[in-house]
């Protein structure tokens, strides 16, 4: 794999170095601590970042508050949903998400089980979503609960010119009623109609406000609509476009191990989980990077 050149970092006089996956996306970024990035690495990172929408970064050693320390560094935090059960994840940090199925008395410590969570962009129901999300791996199971990123630049770049002509004014409902892991919405009535499903509604193409690319904005296949058609129509468009994410090609695949941690630009990207067995622990901590602007 190609090396991108890095920067000199005065914390612990090595050089950052880029390594990317060789898939259409991501980035592995070495040689670095997380809590101890200068500016200038940090500079490093974030055009790394911007040029392959996910990045990992291995063997970090994180507290809760230098996680939310180190996703500060990209903006603002948005506050993690609450559970199902109604309840924060951690007390007097609003900003940490947990996935995981684990249980203590009976009760979950965070969201998403065991099960796969299907291909999504992270909170696209809402009109403003978040520009990014980071994932820190704290325990994993033995096999399974892989992460795999989708680049919807390359989707939307292989689609053919008249589908494009197509979708190019569509605009599409990203629904608000399940999560990515096919659990009901805290305080949401579930119905299974995308023309009365609470959601908000975007153009299912947008431009990349950094990079200025276009990208299918697509969101969740669940309970999607575009708006205007009928929807027999809808459905039948959306199902032609979802064939273009299930082609490996426009993937990249993450086996995790403990330390971890992968932060993807939730714009550019779509993500998935693989299934895995419910009695391995497995337990993440995220932070979401808030948005600025609505997708256009």
């Known amino acids: 794999m190609d090396i991108e050149t890095g920067a000199q970092t005065a914390t612990h006089s090595s050089i950052i170095e880029i390594v990317p996956t060789g898939g259409p996306l991501g980035a ?3 040689d670095v601590d997380l809590k101890r990035l200068d500016d200038a690495a940090f500079a490093v990172l974030l055009r790394a970042f911007r040029d392959h929408s996910v990045l990992l970064v291995r063997g970090q050693t994180l507290s809760d508050q230098d996680l939310i320390a180190f996703s500060r560094r990209f903006g603002d935090l948005d506050w993690a949903p609450v559970q199902e059960n109604g309840r924060r994840f951690v007390d007097g940090l609003p900003e940490i ?7 203590v008395n009976g009760e979950a410590i965070g969201s998403l089980g065991a099960g796969e969570a299907v291909w999504h962009t992270d909170m696209s129901y809402l009109d403003t979503p978040p520009i ?9 199971p033995p096999v399974g609960g892989n992460t795999s990123f989708c680049s919807m630049y390359a989707v939307y770049d292989a689609l053919p010119a008249d589908l494009k002509r197509r979708i190019a004014d569509l605009k599409i409902k990203h629904d608000g009623t399940y999560n990515s892991g096919g659990f009901v919405r805290q305080g949401v009535t579930p ?8 959601g908000a509604v975007h153009p299912l193409v947008c431009t990349h406000p950094e990079s200025g690319r276009q990208m299918l904005y697509l969101g969740r296949r669940r309970n999607a609509y575009l708006v205007g058609l009928e929807l027999a129509s809808s459905e039948a468009l959306l199902d032609e476009l979802w064939t273009y994410v299930a082609r490996s090609e426009f993937a990249w695949e993450h086996a995790w191990k403990v330390g971890d941690l992968v932060i993807w630009d939730n714009r550019s990207t779509m993500h998935r989980r693989d299934p895995f067995d419910d009695h391995a622990r497995r337990i993440m901590h995220r932070t979401q990077i808030k948005g600025s602007q609505r997708p256009r």
């Open 28 to 30: 592995e970024v070495r």
């Open 97 to 103: 998400y947990i996935v995981s199925n684990v249980k």
């Open 132 to 140: 990014a999300s980071a994932l820190y791996a704290l325990e994993i």
């Open 191 to 198: 119905t299974d109609d995308p023309r009365t499903s609470p």
